[in-house]
């Protein structure tokens, strides 16, 4: 234990202070609920557990990470997951429109969310009756630090919660990062204080605008004696609601109809299933199945289907104005924050076109 002991500033009936992080795989919130709960047990002399959810390794999975803090004094001898989070992190903005992603908060619970939009905005897009709202846009500050979203979350929450010590938790960073990843140490700790520092908070009390909705346990439906063989799929058409849209990092790959012959490489190789075929005429103009397009409700931008097409009716683009990569360029966003990443340091692998920095890896 390095720090004084401190005191949670809420708690449940059992004495707990519970985060929850939700997430897509990729982002970095286990390594984020890690990183926390190791610091307030050893920074700052709290009791805690950590411990994550998530399916198979697969970039654009759903992710949850726990955490729970009491006091030294407590035991915690539970590894439940967290369903009435005193906090609630929210790592990227699409997943306001999952189901379940704020359940069971408290009427004054903490929430911090990834974005660009202002805190009404989000407010109003997560319909959140009450409580403290913060937003931070942490893609913005992790691309111009060459980072990850996870740190400047992190400072976020750190900022938000009220309770945690910003000096404990950055030394927790440095631990994880010392002495595998060295060179990362600033940066993310730079990284973590611009979290820290440009989240907007703002409280919301009770004004009726949204409804809160009563704390219902999730009861499964199934369980060890009635749960059906392995492989069935018991709600056909699941998928419908399933947007692996947040698991892009501002790239996609656009379509070129024009440009296309319908050879189905490119659906052969997408590992999620994208593309959309119907009948329409070809390139012969016959009657034939013809490519639509992705659906990017489902793409999570890998960009393998670029790198197969044959005939660049493919070509990968960026989501938004101020990104711009194509797929020999490792580093990517706008020309202010690529100056940040060290462009004086080997100018000659970069090059500048409208108005943007590239940097050629080979
Ligand atoms: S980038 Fe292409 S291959 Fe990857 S998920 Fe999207 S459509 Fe499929
Ligand atoms: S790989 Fe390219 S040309 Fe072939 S169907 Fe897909 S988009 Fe069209």
């Known amino acids: 234990m390095m720090g004084a002991t401190a005191t949670l500033n809420k708690t449940n009936e059992l004495g707990f202070y519970e985060l929850r ?22 920074g700052q002399g709290f009791n805690g557990a950590h411990f994550s959810s998530y399916g198979s390794e697969k970039k654009g999975s759903p992710v949850k990470s726990f955490v729970r803090l009491c006091t030294a004094e407590k035991e915690v001898r539970s590894s439940s997951p967290v369903e009435r989070p005193h906090l609630l992190a929210v790592f990227h903005q699409c997943l306001l429109k999952v189901e379940g992603t704020l359940a069971g908060l ?38 111009a630090e060459n980072t990850r979203i996870n740190t400047a ?22 631990d994880s990062f010392r002495d595998r990843y060295p060179k990362l140490v600033e ?13 907007q908070i703002k409280e919301y009390p009770f004004d009726g605008k949204y409804q809160a909705v009563p704390f219902q346990r999730f009861v499964p439906a199934l369980g060890y004696a009635n749960a059906p063989m392995g492989g069935v799929i018991i709600n ?15 790239i996609y790959p656009k379509y070129w109809r024009d440009r296309c012959i319908d050879c189905g490489l490119c659906t052969e190789t997408c590992p999620d299933y994208v593309f959309v075929w119907d009948w329409g005429v070809d390139k012969k103009g016959q009657r034939a ?62 090059e500048q076109d409208e108005g943007y920095y590239w940097y050629r890896v080979s």
């Open 153 to 174: 979350i992190m400072g976020a929450i750190v900022r938000a919660s009220g309770f945690m010590d910003a000096a404990v938790v950055k030394k927790a960073i440095v």
């Open 21 to 42: 992080l939700e997430s897509v795989g990729g982002l970095g919130a286990n390594l984020a609920g890690q990183v926390l709960a190791q610091a307030m047990v050893l």
């Open 187 to 199: 940066p993310n700790l730079k990284t973590f204080d611009r979290g820290f520092n440009e989240i």
């Open 236 to 250: 056909p058409g699941n998928t419908a609601h399933k947007d692996l849209s947040a698991s892009r990092q501002g």
């Open 289 to 350: 199945r013809v490519l639509k397009g992705p659906n990017y409700q489902y793409c999570k931008g890998c960009l393998k289907c670029v790198e197969i097409c044959p005939v660049e009716a493919l070509t990968e683009e960026c989501e938004r104005p101020e990104f711009k990569f194509t797929g020999d360029v490792q580093l990517w966003g706008p020309p202010d924050a690529l100056v940040t990443m060290g462009r004086e340091s080997d100018p000659a692998k970069w």
């Open 106 to 143: 408290y009427p004054d619970s903490v929430v911090v969310v990834n974005s660009a939009d202002t805190v009404d905005e989000v407010r109003d897009k997560a319909n959140l009756p009450s409580g403290t709202l913060g937003v931070v846009n942490a893609l913005d500050i992790a691309v």
